[in-house]
């Protein structure tokens, strides 16, 4: 499935794909739901900074991303390729604490904008001029000016910036001068998708991009330039951008047009946010290159990206740093033969020896030498066609074809979720039904009509306190329902106990205040009673013999008091008449229902609500399992 033209059926289907990756949620704690949540991040960093940006623009410059183990010496490889120092090497770790992504003046526009890796903000460091003391400052998208500072690259960087002789990439790709505004030429890249019907996943931002430095110096997230420099500094731990995540671009003439190398962060490091960001940016390379050293090729972190490369079938170079001459033979026999066991035997190596450069002496820089064949590698990538389009087609089609094992597996991972909040509604529901049920046959068998409204009914006729009867039974009826809402938390979350997901959902908090709303409705039910007695009254056949407020104590009891309540009824009968006291208790029953119904369903709902509030729809699994299918025939 070539991928060296412009589809716009297949990017179409990949946005689609895309949004249905990204309203997947795992929220439940269910075996394999933390896995399934770094697959999701990672699939869509994968979308979002290679592949759709690389299926848009084909002809875009290929993104050479190096990675590696905390001390491997990316940063010394990298400066080596360039032939100066344009990311900080040292012994500290992390040394890497911001990305940094180096290519060619001409190629400035294709990474000043969003169009790769939208989610960092780009920090345009300054470039020193011997001659004069001072630095030009990058905006944006190129624009420059000369600017007073006292530290060009921050509190750090590279010692010996200029030593050492700088060795040209292959034949040295283009050295033409800025010709134009980038600002015109991203535009000019943007405008090629007008003529392919396909949306554009990043339209252009209004204004400065973030993180730009103005002509005050100061970014329009009101970031200074010594203020970038500490963010730099303290990547590690979480600073930076507004996010806390700052890519800084350098521009070289001796980078090959059509190639960029980027700097990540170490893969292993002990920064949380530093190792996502580091594996985030190998996933948008379309090559891979792979730094370990003598000491640690066969560690477990390089190894799982050799893997992962190889699930991918991405263009892949590996580079076995710091290897003493003693045993390098020995080393790279051992190496390679790893590599071959891993079915990874046909990936090129590259060596790399111990020198004093790489440990932090001298200029900072390898001698050419020790870099030239990879250097010639990646050149020839860069500028052969037949070479640039087989990495980057490579890659691109061994993402596509990982699509639909990634996404049938966060699938399964979303239809686990929804099975899991199906058992968890069941059991609520379950235990509501039979709370009901229980709660029902109580009333109806008088449990309500006990202890002080049992008195007060008997005493009625020296007290006349019909009020009283009528407050007493409105609190039983509450105390009943109140309980019934009590056991079905306790039976269901007794049946939780063996669900691996009920510890996410908040179901005691959704309890709170339970017995005041169950009052609130219970006493809302006594006033619409009194309202039924109140209108019974007034058409009775005589009404002159009864009392609103014992017409509705005595319906109450007639409703709530079992065997014992049928005098009740009686005595309806005789002050409103047979055919209004059947009529008054048969409105009675009904509204009694609604009630019923309305507190233990309202308290049912709001636990099962408590589940539905993680977000996990039911849709999900077939959303993802429909775009992929779409996806699979437009490749």
Not at 255 to 264: C, E, F, I, K, T
Request: aromatic share 6%; with cysteine.
């Amino acid at each position: 499935m070539a991928t060296s033209d412009v589809r716009p059926d297949l990017l179409n289907a990949l946005s689609t794909l895309r949004e249905s990756v990204a309203a997947a949620r795992f929220p439940l704690p269910l075996p394999g739901a933390d896995g399934a949540r770094r697959s999701r991040a990672e699939l869509l960093a994968q979308l979002d900074d290679y592949l759709v940006p690389r299926l848009h623009r084909p002809d875009a410059p290929l993104l050479a991303v190096v990675g590696g183990s905390t001390g491997a010496g990316k940063s010394t490889l990298v400066n080596s390729l360039v032939g100066r120092c344009v990311s900080e090497s040292g012994v500290l770790r992390p040394t890497t604490r911001m990305p940094v992504l180096v290519c060619h003046p001409d190629d400035q526009s294709w990474f000043a904008g969003q169009r790769v890796l939208p989610h960092l903000t780009r920090v345009w460091m300054p470039r020193q001029d011997a001659a004069h003391g001072r630095v030009e400052a990058y905006e944006s998208y190129g624009a420059y000016e000369a600017q007073e500072v006292e530290e060009p690259y921050g509190d750090g960087g590279c010692a010996g910036d200029g030593g050492g002789a700088r060795q040209p990439f292959g034949d040295g790709g283009s050295r033409a001068a800025y010709g134009g505004s980038p600002r015109e030429a991203y535009g000019a890249n943007r405008g090629a998708f007008g003529a392919y019907d396909v949306r554009d996943p990043y339209p252009p931002r209004q204004g400065p991009a973030p993180g730009a430095l103005t002509r005050d110096g100061v970014t329009p997230d009101g970031v200074t330039r010594r203020g970038l420099a500490r963010g730099a500094a303290t990547f590690g731990e979480g600073g930076g951008g507004p996010d806390g995540t700052l890519l800084r671009i350098e521009v070289d003439e001796n980078v090959p047009s059509g190639l960029a190398l980027l700097d990540a962060p170490d893969i292993d490091s002990l920064a949380g946010h530093a190792r996502e960001l580091a594996a985030e940016l190998v996933c948008a390379a379309d090559v891979w290159v792979l730094v370990t050293t003598a000491s640690r090729y066969a560690d477990a972190v390089p190894w799982h990206l050799l893997r992962t490369a190889k699930e991918y079938d991405v263009s892949l170079v590996t580079v076995l740093d710091r290897v003493p001459h003693q045993v390098a033979g020995e080393i790279s026999l051992q190496y390679a033969t790893l590599l071959r066991k891993a079915g990874l035997g046909d990936v090129p190596r590259f060596t790399v020896p111990e020198l004093p450069e790489s440990a932090g002496g001298g200029s900072g820089l390898l001698p050419a030498t020790a870099v030239r064949e990879l250097r010639d590698w990646l050149a020839h990538r860069a500028q052969d066609p037949a070479a640039r389009a087989d990495a980057a087609v490579r890659t691109a089609n061994g993402v596509l074809a990982s699509l639909r094992s990634r996404v049938t597996s966060l699938a399964g991972a979303c239809a686990a979720q929804h099975a899991a909040s199906s058992r968890m509604a069941h059991r609520v529901e379950r235990s509501y039904e039979e709370a009901a049920e229980q709660a029902h046959a109580d009333l109806v068998g008088g449990a309500a009509f006990a202890g002080d409204a049992l008195a007060h009914y008997r005493n009625r006729a020296l007290t006349g306190a019909s009020g009283a009867l009528l407050d007493a039974l409105t609190g039983s009826v509450a105390a009943v329902l109140y309980c019934a809402v009590a056991a079905a938390d306790e039976r269901f979350t007794a049946e939780l106990r063996r669900e691996p997901g009920a510890a996410a959902v908040p179901f005691r908090e959704a309890g709170v205040g339970a017995q005041e709303r169950v009052g609130v409705l219970v006493r809302r039910w006594q006033r619409c009673l009194e309202e039924l007695a109140d209108e019974a009254v007034r058409v009775a056949e005589r009404p002159g013999d009864a009392d609103p407020e014992e017409v509705a104590a005595l319906l109450a009891v007639a409703l709530l008091g079992g065997e014992n309540g049928h005098g009740a009824a009686d005595e309806l009968a005789a002050l409103l008449g047979a055919k209004e006291g059947l009529r008054l208790r048969s409105r009675g029953g009904g509204l009694l229902g609604t009630y019923f119904e309305r507190v233990l369903d309202g308290e049912r709902d709001r636990r099962l609500a408590a589940i539905d509030a993680l977000e996990g729809q039911s849709g999900q699994q077939a959303q993802l399992i429909a775009a992929m299918s779409v996806l699979q025939r437009e490749k």
